[in-house]
């Protein structure tokens, strides 16, 4: 019976599930995005957002820590200089999973796994953030919106109709 185990054994041994979690980790950490299945990326997620947070301090310790999950000099290097000040003022959730679909063969589930700060796309189509209301009576009123909107629709109208 597997009563409060909550880790996913992905069909796999520990020491392969370990050298496939962090193989996956240091993929991750140096392309900024990789495709893998639903289930390896869950998996990564709670591998590798804790090893992000660990880098935000930059001590001898926390790199040694690090290393010792992922085994390549280079890619600790990477997430502690460049990842690290991205994402030195997010409070967590580093990582996004964006659903791509089955895979052909045997019908998976597929997904990218990306680091949330590194996605251009997403970040540009990105709109400024809107100043925060309280609901009890920060909101304008719909009176108050209505005059300017009509100014407005009226200079419209005089410069078609020019």
Do not use: Q, W
Not at 9 to 25: P, T, V
Not at 111 to 121: A, S
């Amino acid at each position: 019976m597997r009563h409060g185990d909550k880790i996913n054994n992905l069909g796999r041994k520990s020491a392969h599930r370990k050298a496939m979690l962090s193989n996956m980790a240091c993929s991750l950490i140096l392309h900024k995005r990789i495709n893998t299945t639903l289930a390896k990326a869950k998996a990564l997620r709670t591998y590798v957002e804790p090893l992000i947070t660990k880098s935000k301090e930059d001590s001898t310790h926390s790199r040694r820590t690090v290393f010792a999950y992922l085994g390549n000099k280079e890619v600790v290097s990477m997430l502690f200089k460049d990842i690290a000040t991205k994402v030195a003022d997010r409070p967590g959730g580093y990582t996004r999973i964006l659903k791509t679909g089955t895979r052909l063969g045997d019908n998976a589930d597929m997904c990218f796994i990306e680091l949330v700060d590194f996605n251009e796309n997403m970040l540009a189509g990105k709109a400024p953030a809107k100043a925060k209301t309280s609901r009890r009576g920060g909101k304008k009123k719909a009176t108050d919106a209505k005059p300017t909107d009509k100014k407005e629709e009226s200079s419209d109208d005089n410069s078609k109709s020019e």
